[in-house]
């Protein structure tokens, strides 16, 4: 096999714009991609800054992907400031947590989608 990474994980979001703003204003992600869509709808793409794996953020009306709740994690190497940061920017961040993996907490997005954010541990490092 020849797969070197996940390329992108998709969102269905109500709001492209609002959605958009949350993951670059907020969380300081790179808007990578934002177009219109043969179908009319939108192709939002975000990521962290330098990040393999991107976001989709998409149009629920037009690809038909059932909304509702998702769950996905992204690891720090400062949590403490990540969450200050959070915080500053308006955004309700659960306290961190010990984990037998390292320290850990999670918030929500303006979708309902849950973020966990991980300093992992020695033993929660996985490797590449």
Same mark, same amino acid.
């Given at each position: 096999?020849?797969?070197?990474?996940?390329? @992108?994980?998709?969102? =269905?979001?109500?709001?492209?714009?609002?959605? &958009?703003?949350?993951?670059?204003? /907020?969380?300081?992600?790179?808007?990578?991609?934002? &177009?219109?869509?043969? !179908?009319?709808?939108?192709?939002?793409?975000?990521?962290? /800054?330098?990040?393999?794996?991107?976001?989709?953020?998409?149009?629920?009306?037009?690809?038909?992907? !059932? =909304?509702?709740?998702?769950?996905?994690?992204?690891?720090?190497?400062?949590?403490?400031?990540?969450?200050?940061?959070?915080?500053?920017?308006?955004? !309700?961040?659960? #306290?961190?947590?010990? &984990?037998?993996?390292?320290?850990?907490? *999670? @918030?929500?997005?303006? #979708?309902?989608?849950?973020?966990?954010?991980?300093?992992? *541990?020695?033993?929660?490092?996985? =490797?590449?």
């Amino acid at each position: 096999m020849t797969i070197t990474h996940v390329q @992108f994980l998709t969102l =269905p979001v109500a709001d492209h714009a609002r959605a &958009r703003d949350f993951y670059v204003g /907020k969380l300081g992600f790179d808007a990578l991609v934002d &177009r219109r869509t043969p !179908e009319g709808g939108r192709f939002v793409m975000v990521a962290p /800054k330098g990040a393999q794996t991107g976001v989709v953020l998409t149009d629920q009306q037009v690809t038909g992907i !059932e =909304p509702g709740p998702r769950h996905f994690q992204l690891q720090t190497t400062g949590l403490d400031a990540d969450v200050a940061a959070l915080r500053a920017a308006g955004v !309700e961040v659960d #306290d961190p947590q010990e &984990r037998p993996w390292g320290r850990a907490t *999670s @918030f929500t997005d303006l #979708d309902g989608h849950t973020l966990g954010l991980l300093q992992p *541990s020695d033993f929660g490092n996985v =490797p590449n």
